[in-house]
């Protein structure tokens, strides 16, 4: 009889089928993993609490064959098959998509302790993992879906999307973020544009990275367990193979150039390119290719990637030789590993603590700095925060915050709570707006504006020293529609060539952070009435054509990566 | 022969298409050069054969003879004009009568360059595998038509129609342009090509289209090899009608109860791909077109077809190593407005460079710029989407810092529009 507990394990392809075991028995064979979920009774699909697959073609009109149900205590009915198993039967790659979306929904919901909801009004997440013939996979919130293609390769093998880790969290990352920040689907700077693409990238390839499987797979492109050696194993590996260049031009590279070339038509090469692009303050600050969304993520992407390489490093510098200039393999991976889900965990508790509308990338660093250290203020370890501030900075991205740690400013102290109830400030959006509106003029709300507190969350969450930290965040958002020729009334610059009667709609506001005692701890703001930023940020989006472009076409996005000349028309557009 | 005494440009009234006649009068004679001549859309107001009046304008109008055609691209706005019709009497037929002595036409079109390995000197495998594609894309338009029928009211099928319309092979047209070349002289261009003009005092270079192996030598970062990325595309586009991706055991008989509305939501799919690969093709051909510039004392005249902006990028990276392509590109005087005005031909980099740009208002000595637009607004593209052509951003840009002659602004009565310029 099978004990019921609250997990269950699902085997899953560790990155894609083109990632294969290098050398041991298994060599040659796909790299699987083994995944916990939270435990749940599936109907056919699989079709849980949260997420329901469909298994349907659109291209071909065609349904395939379901999922069977699975009670919670069940075994995984894929444990032991073959490669040419879950290559062929769609079942398995129903359950592959099922277990890392439902996965990576748990990990955010632990990093910040509540349950989220999805960006559109439903409680089940749609995946379709063959949804479409064509190189793409895509969030499309108005289907409340993830859609994965599959298409045919160069030497006509099927390729599949759904069968890929980092394409499947990369696209959940977009809805989880849509659910947790509405208003960074909507045009803004260049930032906000690249941040969607770059963090769910960055969370992608850490969730990739934190399977132990992957870690020795980077491992072994650095430094090869040859066959010879596999069959007297000594468990050592040279700590110089190890070193951050190593693990970055052949351990990273390696994994890089592995990973399906065509599969890169649907990813970018995420991977790739934060490996190849070196730290410099240049590309973020003067590069007219890097104000191009999709160049520019990739900084994000290459900032908190290099961070991961570093802190990597320098712990196995910390390792025992156990032989003078060795470490132990397993040692070194199981840091590797653990790092990936640490620095996964602090980018996603971040979130929380960043800007409710107009997120720049030295508001994120500020975010995640502020962030971790409230949750695990001891980094005496990893040096997470000092590694991260630095890399940042090396790639020219500055801490949003003047502070000196460059940590958010404490909210103002001079605050009036008369007559807000705790309990429905954990709760009640109108309790928060009254708090917001007794205190305008302290906390620089715009009486011009339209107001609207966008939701009130309240989170639990265990810290270091074992005790559960709660606090509620809470979004404000202001918006001012005007036309062109008025936004001189408030100092705002028109950007040139802007038609006078053109319609503006300048967007702000403030992430709110409360303690326990229902005390403001942090105000997160950028007004809506702020002129230097909105005078630029109007001219960027009338330079770049995106001025009144709904909300973020994720499908589109995703394709212009796969764009033949790498590169799109944005800045030369009219 | 010295050089010319006076230049003419006429853009003729082809509603949504292009159709110009570039006129160099010598003291003595004059030589006459066609870029393109197509229509997808008259306004309403036009005479049913109104590309008939157009032919019969232009023999009129260059005295029965051409010194040279030049079709930018493929696209039937731009070709149609050339079909000479089943019994030979449309307007290609008069066209033809005009017997020039050289056809220009891009690398892309030259009917040999798939076959022949060693094919025009810059012409690589990237661009073979380009042209296959090409070829494999029109393979999925009749799909396309198969969708349209069955549904004209959907907005999306809607704009798959015109493209649709625009991409499918005029192939009548085509082949006259081979016939015309084969009577005359042949020249298949691209990025620093001979144009094969002879027009005595004028500098005419080739700006466009660039060969696929020359644009690559510009993107620094790649996702996929081009070769691969070409046949991927086309594959799949060629099997848009799809075969289920697993063995028939595996199929069912139904989608399950509880997901079909998901699936009537989702029936936008397989048109949504279909215009995905449509979109793809229009813009793949219009970058396929020639860019021509010619200098004639102090004018320069730039017509770049359709070409957008991913052609352009290769011309713009070389102004910095070659400061003679940038002074040409900033001393245009006559630019014809690329693609009808649409948001993605005019790159904003190019716009900045023209120098000659408000002088008009200024006064300053006897140059200004002069802008042609052959256009007609709400055949293509959406204001709700900013995609509108002509883009009304531009379109305020050229009133207010050219000299803009547009098609649009034609009464009915009138055929063309005419201006001399004099070097």
């Known amino acids: 009889?099978?004990?019921?507990?609250?997990?269950?394990?699902?085997?899953?392809?560790?990155?894609?089928?083109?990632?294969?075991?290098?050398?041991?028995?298994?060599?040659?064979?796909?790299?699987?993993?083994?995944?916990?979920?939270?435990?749940?009774?599936?109907?056919?699909?699989?079709?849980?609490?949260?997420?329901?697959?469909?298994?349907?073609?659109?291209?071909?009109?065609?349904?395939?064959?379901?999922?069977?149900?699975?009670?919670?205590?069940?075994?995984?009915?894929?444990?032991?098959?073959?490669?040419?198993?879950?290559?062929k039967d769609p079942r398995f790659h129903c359950q592959n998509v099922y277990a890392l979306v439902m996965h990576t929904l748990a990990r955010f919901e632990r990093a910040l302790g509540r349950r989220l909801r999805w960006g559109f009004g439903s409680h089940h997440l749609i995946v379709?993992?063959?949804?479409?013939?064509?190189?793409?996979?895509?969030?499309?919130?108005?289907?409340?879906?993830?859609?994965?293609?599959?298409?045919?390769?160069?030497?006509?093998?099927?390729?599949?999307?759904?069968?890929?880790?980092?394409?499947?969290?990369?696209?959940?990352?977009?809805?989880?973020?849509?659910?947790?920040?509405?208003?960074?689907?909507?045009?803004?700077?260049?930032?906000?544009?690249?941040?969607?693409?770059?963090?769910?990238?960055?969370?992608?390839?850490?969730?990739?990275?934190?399977?132990?499987?992957?870690?020795?797979?980077?491992?072994?492109h650095a430094s090869p367990i040859s066959n010879q050696d596999a069959e007297n194993d000594t468990g050592l590996i040279q700590e110089r193979a190890v070193s951050v260049k190593a693990l970055r031009s052949s351990g990273l590279l390696g994994l890089a150039s592995e990973l399906g070339g065509e599969l890169a038509a649907v990813r970018g090469n995420a991977l790739r390119r934060s490996v190849e692009l070196r730290p410099s303050p240049t590309y973020y600050t003067d590069s007219p290719e890097f104000r191009q969304p999709h160049r520019r993520g990739e900084i994000f992407v290459a900032a908190v990637m290099?961070?991961?390489?570093?802190?990597?490093?320098?712990?196995?510098?910390?390792?025992?030789?156990?032989?003078?200039?060795?470490?132990?393999?397993?040692?070194?991976?199981?840091?590797?590993?653990?790092?990936?889900?640490?620095?996964?965990?602090?980018?996603?508790?971040?979130?929380?603590?960043?800007?409710?509308?107009?997120?720049?990338?030295?508001?994120?660093?500020?975010?995640?700095?502020?962030?971790?250290?409230?949750?695990?203020?001891?980094?005496?370890?990893?040096?997470?925060?000092?590694?991260?501030?630095?890399?940042?900075?090396?790639?020219?991205?500055?801490?949003?915050?003047?502070?000196?740690?460059?940590?958010?400013?404490?909210?103002p102290s001079e605050l009036s709570y008369r007559n807000v109830h705790l309990d429905s400030m954990r709760s009640a959006p109108d309790e928060v707006f009254r708090f917001i509106w007794q205190n305008a003029g302290a906390l620089n709300v715009n009486g011009e504006a339209y107001s609207r507190v966008l939701s009130v969350r309240p989170t639990r969450r265990i810290s270091q020293d074992g005790f559960a930290l709660e606090e509620t965040v809470a979004e404000h958002h202001q918006t001012i529609i005007l036309k062109a020729r008025e936004l001189k009334r408030l100092g705002i610059e028109k950007p040139t060539g802007m038609p006078s009667n053109f319609e503006v709609?300048?967007?702000?506001?403030?992430?709110?952070?409360f303690d326990e005692f229902g005390r403001l701890k942090y105000h997160i703001h950028n007004d809506v009435g702020d002129a230097t930023r909105q005078s630029r940020r109007l001219q960027d989006l009338w330079n770049l054509g995106m001025f009144n472009s709904q909300a973020r076409d994720f499908s589109r996005m995703h394709r212009s990566r796969f764009s033949m000349f790498g590169q799109d028309g944005r800045g030369e557009e009219w | 022969?010295?050089?010319?005494?006076?230049?003419?440009?006429?853009?003729?009234?082809?509603?949504?298409?292009?159709?110009?006649?570039?006129?160099?009068?010598?003291?003595?004679?004059?030589?006459?050069?066609?870029?393109?001549?197509?229509?997808?859309?008259?306004?309403?107001?036009?005479?049913?054969?109104?590309?008939?009046?157009?032919?019969?304008?232009?023999?009129?109008?260059?005295?029965?003879?051409?010194?040279?055609?030049?079709?930018?691209?493929?696209?039937?706005?731009?070709?149609?004009?050339?079909?000479?019709?089943?019994?030979?009497?449309?307007?290609?037929?008069?066209?033809?009568?005009?017997?020039?002595?050289?056809?220009?036409?891009?690398?892309?079109?030259d009917p040999k360059a798939p076959k022949n390995a060693k094919g025009p000197t810059a012409v690589g495998a990237h661009s073979k595998a380009f042209l296959r594609a090409i070829n494999e894309f029109e393979q999925a338009l009749p799909a396309a038509s198969a969708l349209m029928r069955e549904n004209r009211d959907s907005p999306l099928l809607n704009q798959l129609a015109f493209l649709g319309e625009a991409n499918i092979s005029n192939h009548r047209a085509v082949k006259q342009l081979i016939k015309m070349g084969k009577r005359g002289k042949a020249q298949f261009v691209h990025y620093g090509s001979a144009s094969g003009l002879n027009l005595p005092g004028v500098r005419v270079s080739v700006l466009g289209p660039p060969t696929i192996e020359q644009s690559l030598s510009i993107t620094r970062q790649r996702s996929v090899d081009p070769e691969e990325f070409w046949s991927l595309v086309a594959g799949n586009a060629a099997t848009a009608s799809s075969v289920p991706p697993f063995s028939p055991r595996y199929r069912a008989a139904r989608a399950p109860g509880p997901a079909r509305w998901i699936i009537e939501r989702l029936s936008y799919l397989p048109a949504e791909q279909l215009l995905e690969i449509v979109r793809i093709l229009d813009g793949v051909l219009n970058n396929t077109s020639v860019i021509l510039l010619f200098e004639v004392g102090?004018?320069?005249?730039?017509?770049?077809?359709?070409?957008?902006?991913?052609?352009?990028?290769?011309?713009?990276?070389?102004?910095?190593?070659?400061?003679?392509?940038?002074?040409?590109?900033?001393?245009?005087?006559?630019?014809?407005?690329?693609?009808?005005?649409?948001?993605?031909?005019?790159p904003k980099t190019l716009w900045r460079m023209m120098r000659y740009r408000g002088a008009q208002r200024k006064g300053k000595g006897e140059l200004a710029l002069h802008s042609f637009l052959s256009t007609m607004e709400g055949k293509h593209g959406s204001t709700d989407n900013n995609t509108e052509v002509p883009r009304r951003t531009l379109l305020a840009a050229l009133k207010l810092e050219t000299i803009l002659h547009s098609t649009e602004s034609l009464p009915p009565s009138k055929l063309k529009v005419e201006h001399v310029f004099v070097p």
């Open chain 1, 1 to 87: 009889m099978t004990k019921e507990t609250d997990v269950r394990t699902l085997r899953i392809i560790a990155q894609d089928p083109s990632v294969k075991h290098l050398s041991g028995e298994n060599a040659g064979r796909i790299l699987t993993a083994h995944v916990q979920i939270p435990a749940e009774d599936l109907r056919p699909g699989p079709w849980g609490y949260r997420v329901q697959v469909i298994d349907f073609d659109a291209s071909s009109q065609t349904a395939f064959k379901s999922y069977r149900s699975l009670s919670a205590t069940a075994g995984d009915r894929y444990r032991n098959s073959s490669d040419s198993l879950i290559l």
């Open chain 1, 128 to 220: 379709l993992p063959h949804a479409f013939r064509g190189a793409n996979a895509y969030y499309s919130p108005r289907d409340h879906a993830l859609l994965f293609g599959y298409f045919t390769g160069a030497t006509g093998e099927q390729i599949y999307t759904c069968l890929s880790h980092d394409v499947i969290v990369h696209e959940t990352t977009h809805a989880l973020l849509h659910g947790l920040r509405e208003r960074f689907n909507y045009p803004s700077s260049p930032d906000q544009a690249a941040f969607h693409e770059g963090f769910a990238d960055v969370v992608a390839l850490l969730s990739v990275f934190s399977l132990p499987a992957v870690a020795a797979a980077i491992l072994n």
């Open chain 1, 306 to 411: 290099n961070t991961f390489l570093e802190i990597w490093a320098g712990r196995i510098e910390t390792l025992r030789e156990v032989r003078s200039g060795f470490v132990s393999r397993e040692h070194v991976i199981e840091e590797g590993a653990e790092i990936a889900e640490i620095l996964l965990t602090a980018i996603i508790r971040a979130i929380d603590y960043t800007p409710q509308t107009h997120i720049q990338f030295g508001d994120f660093l500020s975010a995640v700095l502020t962030s971790d250290r409230e949750a695990r203020p001891r980094d005496e370890k990893y040096q997470l925060r000092e590694h991260l501030h630095r890399t940042f900075v090396s790639y020219g991205i500055h801490p949003a915050s003047k502070s000196e740690n460059g940590e958010w400013e404490p909210a």
């Open chain 1, 505 to 513: 709609r300048l967007r702000g506001g403030a992430t709110l952070i």
């Open chain 2, 1 to 109: 022969m010295a050089a010319p005494t006076e230049i003419i440009v006429r853009s003729y009234q082809v509603g949504f298409g292009d159709c110009f006649l570039l006129s160099f009068v010598y003291r003595t004679t004059s030589r006459h050069v066609l870029i393109d001549f197509g229509s997808t859309g008259l306004p309403a107001t036009a005479a049913k054969d109104q590309l008939m009046r157009v032919a019969r304008a232009i023999r009129d109008d260059c005295g029965g003879k051409l010194h040279a055609l030049i079709a930018t691209h493929r696209h039937a706005d731009h070709i149609n004009g050339f079909d000479p019709g089943e019994h030979n009497d449309g307007s290609g037929a008069i066209i033809a009568s005009l017997e020039p002595d050289l056809v220009i036409q891009p690398w892309t079109e």
């Open chain 2, 298 to 346: 102090k004018q320069v005249f730039l017509f770049p077809g359709d070409a957008q902006v991913e052609s352009w990028k290769y011309v713009l990276s070389k102004t910095s190593a070659n400061p003679s392509i940038r002074k040409r590109l900033e001393d245009v005087t006559v630019y014809k407005v690329g693609h009808h005005g649409s948001l993605n031909a005019t």
